[in-house]
Nanobody, 124 residues
Framework: QVQLVESGGGLVQAGGSLTLSCAASGGTFSNYAMGWFRQAPGKEREFVATISWRAGSIYYTDSVKGRFTISRDNARNTVYLRMNSLKPEDTAVYYC?????????????????WGQGTQVTVSS
C-alpha cells in the first residue's frame, strides 16, 4: 500500500510561482509512474502532468506546457510540480497519484493510489 502526502499549496498572485511536493511511502517508489491532477470546484478531476519511473517520459496537458515542470527524486521518494506564471484558472485542489506501472498515463482511471490533495489559489 502506497501513501502519498502533498504539500506546498497556497495562495499566490497571478504570475507567481509555487512548487508542490508529494512524498511517497509504503512501496518501492521507483516502480511507479507518477502523475499530478487537479480539480476545480464543480469540475471533473483533470490531468496535469505525468512522469515515468526514471523520468525518461514526461507529458503535460496543453494548458500548462511551458509553465509547469514535473520532476521526481527516487532517492527521496518524492515527486514535484514546479508551477510558474500561474493564472487564476490554475486554481484547484492538486492531487498526486501513483500508478502501478513504470509507464506514465494521462488517465486518472489508471492510477492506483492518491494523495489527499493540496489547495492552490491564484488571485487576479
Amino acid at each position: 500500500q502506497v501513501q502519498l502526502v502533498e504539500s506546498g499549496g497556497g495562495l499566490v498572485q497571478a504570475g507567481g510561482s509555487l512548487t508542490l511536493s508529494c512524498a511517497a511511502s509504503g512501496g518501492t517508489f521507483s516502480n511507479y509512474a507518477m502523475g499530478w491532477f487537479r480539480q476545480a470546484p464543480g469540475k471533473e478531476r483533470e490531468f496535469v502532468a505525468t512522469i515515468s519511473w526514471r523520468a525518461g517520459s514526461i507529458y503535460y496537458t496543453d494548458s500548462v506546457k511551458g509553465r509547469f515542470t514535473i520532476s521526481r527524486d527516487n532517492a527521496r521518494n518524492t515527486v514535484y510540480l514546479r508551477m510558474n506564471s500561474l493564472k487564476p484558472e490554475d486554481t484547484a485542489v492538486y492531487y498526486c497519484a501513483a500508478r502501478s506501472s513504470i509507464y506514465p498515463s494521462a488517465s486518472k482511471d489508471e492510477y492506483d493510489y492518491w494523495g489527499q490533495g493540496t489547495q492552490v489559489t491564484v488571485s487576479s
